[in-house]
């Protein structure tokens, strides 16, 4: 097998180890970059389940035994590209918290919130279907990544919907968390079946406006302006 690439370590570099346990340095990192970057290519034209290590590494310009050096398996190789996305999809969670929900202003916060869920899906739609398809049957980790990428956008809902209920503005009886959920969930199934939509003629435009304005009066408890 061949040598780690450990010879020269840089700083945060302790956040993954070699399968020997030692830590890589730039050259090490670089390689298992790339290799993350190649198995991120090849899910867009191949099945995970039919993902070979050998065509990995051979995409990689390395060998089999450098991919097993930071990877056990395809799927872990999967899974770090899940936990980076998982991370990245935490600006989603300022979409809801840093943006106006009063008035007009309100809608267009809606209607970002939208368009940027749809385009973070569609970025990662390849992991994300890895991810839906592993917690469906079960896998703890990727249900971990799952939960926690969508938890936080309902948490950030949560809060606002809180908001306008101390302000009286919304109705005091309703459940802040249940909302959210169910407008995350909305977001979610969506995003994933935005293909279908436009296979039954609904253009995805319209199906952003109509997913913006039931958030609007969700979390507003109002009618969205006049117009949009």
């Known amino acids: 097998m061949a ?3 450990t010879d020269v370590p840089v700083e945060g570099s302790d956040e993954f180890r070699a399968s020997d346990g030692r830590v890589p340095g730039r050259r090490g990192r670089a390689t298992r970059q790339k290799l993350l ?6 899910l867009e034209e191949t099945s995970y389940r039919d993902m070979k290590v050998v065509d990995i590494a051979r995409a990689a310009g390395t060998s089999p035994a450098t991919f097993y050096q930071y ?7 999967i899974l770090v590209l899940a ?17 106006s929900w009063k008035g007009r202003a309100g809608f267009e916060s809606a209607e970002e919130l939208v368009a940027g869920f ?14 839906d398809l592993a917690t469906q ?5 990727f249900h971990q990544i799952r ?10 809902l949560k809060e606002v919907i809180e908001e306008f209920q101390r302000s009286g503005r919304h109705p005091a009886d309703e459940d802040p968390m249940a909302t959210a959920g169910v407008l995350v969930s909305m977001l979610a199934n969506t995003a994933a079946h935005q293909y279908g939509f436009e296979f039954w003629g609904i253009r995805t435009a319209d199906v952003k ?12 408890n109002q009618k969205p302006p006049v117009g949009d």
């Not at 970057?37 to 090849?42: E, F, I, L, S």
């Not at 990877?71 to 190789?77: G, I, N, R």
């Not at 936990?83 to 999809?89: F, L, N, T, Y």
């Open 147 to 156: 939960t926690r990428l969508l938890n936080g956008l309902t948490m950030a």
């Open 71 to 77: 990877f056990p398996d395809v799927e872990a190789a």
């Open 209 to 220: 406006k109509s997913m913006a304005r039931i958030i609007y009066w969700s979390i507003t």
């Open 137 to 141: 049957e079960g896998d703890e980790r």
């Open 83 to 99: 936990e980076e996305m998982a991370i990245e999809g935490a600006r989603l969670h300022d979409l809801a918290r840093d943006n």
């Open 37 to 42: 970057d190649c198995t991120q290519a090849m």
């Open 118 to 131: 749809m385009r973070f899906w569609q970025t990662h739609r390849k992991v994300l279907q890895v991810v």
């Open 3 to 5: 040598e780690p690439e």
